[in-house]
């Protein structure tokens, strides 16, 4: 049996990292009680809430927070015809947060997740791991059997090169999921009961090569990095796909990472899940991706970056040209998505002009 | 669900570098005791093994080496190489091998860890190389494939090598362990993964298990280095050992798995006087992570055999000119294979 800490549970830390640096992106469509739990933790940090759903809805922010709020009718405004690249009714519409933060780091984190707790009973500081975990290198070249070397209590073992132990920057610290796991609609189904329990004290590499399924959930990056791969799709109001946002994003920034040389983190931290979906609800949604997910990944798979594709932005448009191209195939979605992707990038630039050019203030755009 | 697996499929071999292996074999016993052992005692050692009696076990010792591979053999069973030699004389499905310093170690509640059925469990569940599963290892208790796992790649493949690891004294090579001589690893990882297809690792020979029918010829004793000793961080030979199978199994399409079993490794030696004596093996290792992660071998190579002599004669021919350990490596890789295919699979007992 887990159980969730209590926010009595929670102590906050005595210097926030990052606290300038940071912006923590939260997609609702409900409220934002969540985040009474999570007091201790994010309270030293700027939030920037993602309103998903009707508009003139007010969503009411706990008192005692710094944030931006944006719905909508101020994605419409901020990105004009662009704004058609953001996704309604799905919480892929969080990826808006990441391109108007300001900041250096993102944590996004859903509103249906409550601090954990770890096996000795504390609460695990969900924000703080996550930090640990992308200012320490990676070390995608070569597995290491002890997992992430750079922890305390562990270190590279014997046989690890040793031109390879200073690692590469980590751009990407994705957590994981006590109680209810991430799992599909048919899977959801088949064992409407199985909560995770067991807690992996582990943070390790995903080594270069291979994919995963990234989870939006409990996740963080480096936006400098890698932010303008981070877009979460086509999906929700209007498409014919849903919860295949994150996982999108997952396969094009880890592909991009491998080419760039940047590493990506799983493992550490835990959050606890609580609600579980209605899995016929995700069946529907999901339903048109568990097939087409075996022609996306083998062409993620087989994807090759050219060399002179030496920033993230580049790196994705050639993603999404070979999107285009290969994958329309399998449904005219993907043409849209494509187009998408590069609407995405036009958009993400706009707001954020490189450094030295006309900077825009934190907070909402005129 | 594992494949339900008889005892007497299950060799447990141990390279018997101490002669006394009383306090190891009885803190094991109630592990070890329900299966056949093979204990292959190192040739350099002088003094006469101690095994406790209640044991259903076979010993070799350097006259019945002698007598199966001749004298004359570019493969010396010295040292933790002396174990392949149980490997070899095996007749069972899966080998567990652990070194003889260690002993059973303690999960995160408190209850000894069987290390037998754990990797037994690593071994008969599928492995999953071709997608990482954030959740880990999908068939063990209580978790399963995350969402975005494609349903084509769940039956996943066999998994032919599972890697354990080590409480206390952690595998670490004498630079490291010197600079931090007070560091024990505590920390029990409840997890095993599959390490994915084409990311190699450091196996390290101290607590393995694997598929003798799938890949027994690809752990082979072939790399000595110039000053091996009896202390790990004084060897490479599981590492290069481990290199070629990862390779092999990527080839074949077999799984290799790492995380749990833990085992507990007794504090022993002197890692700044081991560094002092040996650091070729430290510096080695830059140019064979290159050349392994750079191999591919031919379709041709069906079996586990055919794929040794394809990695031993690309040895040959790109690591051979830098250094002529690699060249001897080489050629021991190829007379190994030819022992496997005479020895390795007809019926020998110990001699008189």
Redesign the interface.
Known sequence: MVEPATASLAAAPAMPQLKDELDIVIPTIRNLDFLEMWRPFFQPYHLIIVQDGDPSKTIKVPPGFDYELYNRNDINKILGPKASCISFKDSACRCFGYMVSKKKYIFTIDDDCFVAKD?SGKAVNALEQHIKNMLSPSTPF??????DPFRE????????????REGVPTAVS?G?WLNI????AP?QLV?PL?????????VLT??????????GMNLAFDRDLIGPAMYFGLMGDGQPIG??DD?WA?WCIKVICDHLGLGVK?GLPYIYHSKASNPFVNLRK?YKG?FW??EI?PFFQQVLLPKDCTTVQKCYIELAKQVKEKLSKVDPYFDKLADAMVTWIKAWDELNPPRGGSSMPNGKAA | MPIPIKDDEIDIVIGALHSDLTTFMDAWRPIFSRFHLIIVKDPDLKEELRIPEGFNLDVYKKLDIDHVVGTSTSIIFSGYSCRYFGYLVSRKKYIVSVDDDCLPAKDNKGFLVDAVAQHITNLTTPATPFFFNTLYDPFTEGADFVRGYPFSLRSGVTCALSCGLWHNLADYDAPTQALKPEERNSRYVDAVLTVPARTLMPISGINIAFNRDAVGPALLPCLRLAGEGKFRWETMEDIWSGMCVKVICDHLGLGVKTGIPYVWRNDRGDAIASLRKEWEGVKMMEDVVPFFQSLRLPQEATTAEDCVVEVANAVNEKLGPKDPMFARAAKAMLDWVKLWKSVGVSSYSPGA
């Open positions: 096996p070569f597995f290491n059997t002890l997992y209590g562990a270190d590279f073992v014997r046989g690890y090169p040793f031109s390879l994705h994981l796991p991430d799992y599909d899977t064992k199985e909560r995770n329990t067991r807690f992996v004290d582990a995903i080594p270069k090569g291979t994919l995963f399924p990234m989870c919860r295949y996982m997952g799983t999901e568990i997910q075996e990944i």
